[in-house]
């Protein structure tokens, strides 16, 4: 059981904005970065935001991150199918273990 | 380019040791991150091992300590990960990744492609 929530799936139709949230606690997101990865189908993840809301070189800026408390977010705006992957969120936990969320699924309609 | 490649034995038996190999091209193990490992389960989440500075610091996760050892060789630019007493639940897809200084945020930022383990009888 992950100690980060996400919900199981997010769906939008092509063009839409979807938001995936995770939830964690004061020991993980309240006190650390965020981080999340994206995982096309069998491929390896990769890294879509880093320090809350940074991107690395190469992602498009329609990712984008947030963090308020011990909450985040990740928005895709201008949905595309290429977007429909498994999203984790991610985090050091303050017991020293790096911590992920257990996955959203986003369905391109 | 950071480039990294798993490479391990291939099928296990409950009780053995899995013993994975990493091989670093396009950085040197000694820079300024650290060497994790991280598994998943096939149709399953990211579960993260632990990691590996150079200089000899590690983390490892709560649940998986006591049978993990995570090395690195900086000779050959290699990181090694060693978990005993496989069951059929440790079998996973197993990658290594570049993770950044904790003060950072600990983001892993490349990874490689994974190696499928099983683990049955």
């Known amino acids: 059981q992950s100690v980060l929530t996400q919900p199981p799936s997010a769906s939008g139709t092509p063009g839409q904005r979807v938001i995936i949230s995770c939830s964690g606690s004061?020991?993980?997101?309240?006190?650390?970065?965020v981080n999340w990865y994206q995982q096309l189908p069998g491929t390896a993840p990769r890294l879509l935001i880093y320090?809350?809301?940074q991107r690395p070189s190469g992602v498009p800026d329609r990712f984008s991150g947030s963090k308020s408390g011990t909450s985040a977010s990740l928005a895709i705006s201008g949905l595309q199918s290429a977007d429909e992957a498994d999203y984790f969120c991610?985090?050091?936990?303050?017991?020293?273990?790096?911590?992920f969320g257990p996955g959203t699924k986003v369905t391109v309609l | 380019q950071l480039q990294l490649q798993e490479s391990g034995p291939g099928p296990l038996k409950p009780s053995e040791t899995l013993s994975l190999i990493c091989t670093v091209s396009?950085?040197?193990?000694?820079?300024?991150?650290?060497w994790a490992w991280i598994r998943q389960p096939p149709g399953k989440g990211l579960e993260w091992i632990g990691n590996?500075?150079?200089?000899?610091?590690?983390y490892y996760n709560p649940s998986l300590k006591s049978r993990v050892t995570i090395s690195v060789d900086t000779s050959k630019n290699q990181l090694s990960l060693k978990l005993n007493s496989v069951t059929a639940a440790d079998t996973a897809i197993y990658y290594c990744?570049?993770?950044?200084?904790?003060?950072?945020?600990?983001?892993?930022?490349?990874w490689g492609q994974g190696t499928l383990v099983p683990v049955s009888s």
């Open positions: 320090g809350h809301n």
């Open positions: 396009g950085d040197s193990i000694s820079s300024a991150y650290y």
């Open positions: 991610a985090a050091w936990d303050d017991s020293l273990n790096y911590v």
């Open positions: 004061s020991s993980n997101l309240g006190s650390n970065a």
């Open positions: 990744a570049r993770q950044s200084l904790r003060s950072l945020g600990g983001f892993l930022d490349f």
């Open positions: 590996f500075y150079y200089t000899g610091t590690s």
